[in-house]
Every structure is written in C-alpha cells, then in structure tokens.
C-alpha cells in the first residue's frame, strides 16, 4: 500500500477547506499545521454576519473588470489565510507550515502559481510562520520559506520573485 505523502496530505485537507469558499471567483483553503497537528483552517469569505459573494450573486471584481491580483480592497471576502491566522494563537503558529489550494470556482479546476497576497504575506511573516506550501496540481507544488519574503522586502509589496 502506498501512502500518500504528508505535504500532500495536508494540501488534499486544504483543498477540501477550499469547498467552504462563498466567493464566485477563486475558492482558497488554507491550514496551519505544526509538529504534524493541525492548528486552524480558513477559506475566503465574506466577514462573520456580512452577505457572502455566493449570497449576492455578484462579483464586484468581476463585473469591475478588475484582474486577478489587484484591488483586493473593493473584495468582500477576508482571505484564507487571514482566517486560518485570526483562528490560532500567535504561539501555535510559530515555525509553523501554512498550507494552501486554489480552485477556479467556475470550473473547480485547481489553479497553478497562486500565491498569497502582499497583506496575507505580511499577516503570514508577523505570525511566525516558517514556510508557505502552495498546491499546483494535484501531486506537484511549491514550498516558500517566508524568510524569502522577508529577505526579498519586494515580495511582500506585490512585486518581488515569490
């Protein structure tokens, strides 16, 4: 029998976190994981008690026009990570993996190269996480160490290599 590997273990958890998602355009999990136990979970969604994106019917964004990666402000959505963050202690989260899947809600394809945003990255580094691990497909993906981010101070204002 041949088990599954843990990183992708732990991705297949978020992906399945990702069915949560109420935003009509990309369906995020993420999970905190330390010393193999897992700390919190988050998808994107609308703040507790707010009309979800799902709810509305609409998109903001989306009928905006606006591409994929800018005007997060005008989003109604609190993003994955920042849920799985504001769900665990500061002291849990220290060295800690955060896990995370991407699905394009039209066709629930998962989405190569996604990336957490410029204010999750700064969420993730004053968390203390250590690495970020991005789902590309459905056995392949991508291990950040945040110290990346933090030693490229380009990467967290949107424009750097990560």
Same mark, same amino acid.
């Given at each position: 029998m041949k088990r599954r590997d843990k990183e992708n273990y732990y991705l297949d958890i978020a992906e399945t976190v990702a069915e949560r998602s109420t935003c009509l355009r990309r369906g995020f999990g993420a999970i905190i994981v330390k010393n193999d136990q897992i700390i &919190?979970?988050?998808?994107?969604? &609308?703040?507790r008690g707010s009309k979800n994106c799902s709810d509305l019917g609409v998109c903001l964004r989306?009928?905006?026009?606006?591409?994929?990666?800018? /005007?997060y402000e005008l989003c109604r959505?609190?993003?994955?990570?920042?849920n799985a963050i504001i769900s665990a202690a /500061?002291? $849990?989260?220290?060295? &800690?993996? =955060?896990? =995370?899947?991407?699905? $394009?809600?039209?066709?629930?394809?998962?989405v190569a190269g996604?990336?957490?945003?410029s204010m999750c990255k700064r969420l993730i580094i004053n968390a203390g996480i250590k690495r970020v691990v991005i789902r590309n497909t459905r056995d392949?993906?991508?291990?950040?160490?945040?110290?990346d981010w933090v030693d490229d101070d380009n990467a967290i204002n949107g424009i750097g290599g990560y």
């Open positions: &919190a979970t988050g998808y994107n969604g &609308a703040p989306e009928e905006m026009g606006i591409p994929r990666g800018e /005007r959505s609190v993003h994955a990570e920042a /500061r002291n $849990d989260m220290i060295d &800690a993996t =955060l896990y =995370l899947a991407c699905k $394009d809600m039209k066709t629930g394809e998962l996604t990336n957490s945003c392949e993906f991508t291990a950040i160490y945040v110290q």
